[in-house]
């Protein structure tokens, strides 16, 4: 037996998070976001009666997913677990970052609570630095508004480097803007550069170390800065799915 990109462990686990598409050309879109911020009403809106439910691999969190079209691009669209960080303290938060992580989205949108931000905007920065193709969506705008609270969208989007799309998602609003902007990202008509948080030159120099190694093992199909951080942090599942993939890869060499 050969070894190809199909049976390494890198594939394995690519192939673990991957979506079933209906045909290749779907493009496969993660909606992110706190619990209660509006993601399913997000997720009927766009998709209306085009969906399925089933359960992610191995886990008893439940995975929807749905399609649409907009122009001559048809979109996937997975419905992640509502979280409130991607740490993997949770069943949940372990199930969106990998998603996101290894499933290789194309786009991610982090729906937002526009009554609290703040709190929001922590979700999306982690999402942010894992990958360049994020947009943020403002939901609950509505709610927003009646609590006398505004925000400048443009001030916002500049500092985030990302899209900022405002909705009411219970009333269908700003969605048309959303698949467009969607649209346009797919297309490269919008290129994003998103906020990253720097770290002191302990952990850089670490990352410096420690990233190439990464990107000799793993090639260029993942964030290896990300994983690298993680590395330092001492993640346990990021490293559990790192051991994995060597471990996989070891096998494969034997049994060719
Ligand atoms: N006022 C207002 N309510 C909204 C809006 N979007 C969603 N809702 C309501 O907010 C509640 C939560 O919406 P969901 O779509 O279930 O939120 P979710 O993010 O999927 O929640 P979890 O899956 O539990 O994390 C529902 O009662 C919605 O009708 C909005 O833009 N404005
Ligand atoms: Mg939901």
Same mark, same amino acid.
């Given at each position: 037996m050969g070894l190809t990109s199909q049976s390494t462990g890198i594939a394995l686990l690519k192939n673990k998070f991957a979506i079933e598409k209906k045909h290749k050309d779907q493009i496969v879109i993660g909606l992110a976001g706190n619990p209660n911020t509006g993601k399913s009403t997000l997720f009927n809106n766009l998709t209306g009666l085009n969906q399925h439910t089933g359960n992610w691999p191995g886990k008893t969190v439940t995975n929807a997913k749905g399609s649409f079209s907009h122009k001559d691009k048809e979109f996937l669209l997975v419905d992640l677990p509502g979280t409130y +960080? @991607? @740490?993997?303290?949770s069943v949940e938060e372990e199930v969106a970052r990998d998603f996101i992580c290894f499933g290789n989205p194309e786009i991610t949108i982090v729906i937002t609570d526009a009554t609290c931000l703040e709190r929001n905007l922590n979700l999306a920065l982690q999402v942010m630095e894992i990958t360049d193709n994020v947009i943020v969506c403002l939901n609950l705008m509505d709610e927003a508004k009646r609590k006398g609270i505004s925000i400048n969208i443009d001030t916002l989007e500049k500092k985030l480097g990302v899209p900022v799309i405002p909705t009411v998602a219970r009333d269908g609003i700003g969605t048309e803007e959303l698949k467009e902007t969607m649209y346009k990202m797919v297309k490269g008509e919008i290129k994003t550069k998103p906020l990253r948080l720097s770290y002191n030159d302990k952990i850089e120099n670490l990352v410096k170390k420690i990233e190439p190694k990464l990107k000799d093992t @793993?090639?260029? +199909?993942?964030n290896t800065r990300w994983l690298a951080l993680r590395l330092i942090d001492g993640d346990k599942a990021i490293i559990d799915s790192i051991k994995e993939i060597l471990n996989i890869n070891k096998f494969n060499e034997v049994e060719v």
């Open positions: +960080s @991607l @740490l993997a303290n @793993l090639g260029d +199909s993942f």
